[in-house]
């Protein structure tokens, strides 16, 4: 497979409940590649409820903002800068809050892609 290029803003929006976080899908699970990636904007006193990624490793790669990662398993809390790698095992349950008054936005690179087909069937946004 050649090198291939994608872009953050052309990827199609999705957003799981109202007033939630905005999730953008940059590379799909389609896209023939063994990972995915997804660009995550919570708003201002948002958040993304607990869910955990099926199969899919996640590597959170905070981009703008300031979040916590709450891992509901044993409640431990990791507060995210940006500038910050976090990882997150395959079965770890989380929650990802905005507390501030700012946008938070997240690169999330998923191997393999699976998640990315479960937030691709979420309802398209403009």
Known sequence: ???QRWDFDHGEQHQAVP???VV???IGADAGWRVGLVEV???PGGE???HDH???EVTLIVQAGRARLVATSDGSVTELNPGMVVTIPVGERVRLENPGDEEVRVSVVLAPPDF???V???PAVN
């Open 54 to 56: 099926g199969a899919s």
């Open 120 to 122: 691709a069937a979420w």
């Open 41 to 43: 904007t919570v708003p």
């Open 48 to 50: 993304m409820p607990e």
């Open 24 to 26: 953008r899908v940059v």
């Open 19 to 21: 007033n939630g976080p």
């Open 1 to 3: 497979m050649p090198v």
């Open 116 to 118: 990315a087909a479960t």
